[in-house]
């Protein structure tokens, strides 16, 4: 699974800007761990949620910075960083909250 993600991430890390280039192990890292505790027979799940919630806001604040650095609107950053600060609730991907940092599930769909 390692080999194929660096594969992957390889044209991105080659011409992504500093910027962003520095938060792709941050977005990656967590998610490839959590996937492979997943499938340990022998996981008690004790990090699992640290895990998620590290995956979460990695890949949140890649995708804010690639957005940003593309001129694009951006999640703010303070949403971001409050991400771990309080426990969350994961919520349906049908339910919806006013603030993205209230749930570590996927956004509501857009109308």
């Keep these: 699974m390692r080999s194929e993600a660096q594969h992957a991430l390889g044209p991105v ?7 962003v280039r520095k938060l792709i192990g941050d977005a990656t890292l ?6 492979t505790r997943l499938l340990d027979s022998d996981n008690d ?5 640290a895990l998620w919630t590290a995956g979460q806001r990695g890949y949140r604040l890649l995708r ?12 703010p950053m ?7 600060a309080q ?9 919806s909250t ?10 509501p769909p857009t109308l």
């Excluded at 804010?64 to 999640?75: S, T, V």
């Excluded at 303070?78 to 771990?84: K, R, S, T, V």
């Design 78 to 84: 303070a949403a971001i960083e409050a991400i771990g």
């Design 64 to 75: 804010a910075k690639m957005r940003l650095d593309l001129g694009f609107d951006a999640e």
């Design 87 to 95: 426990p969350t609730v994961v919520s349906s991907s049908s339910e």
């Design 30 to 35: 967590p998610r490839l761990r959590l996937a």
């Design 45 to 49: 799940g004790t990090e699992d949620r």
């Design 98 to 107: 006013p603030d993205p940092a209230d749930t570590t599930s996927l956004p």
């Design 13 to 19: 890390t080659l011409h992504a800007p500093e910027a």
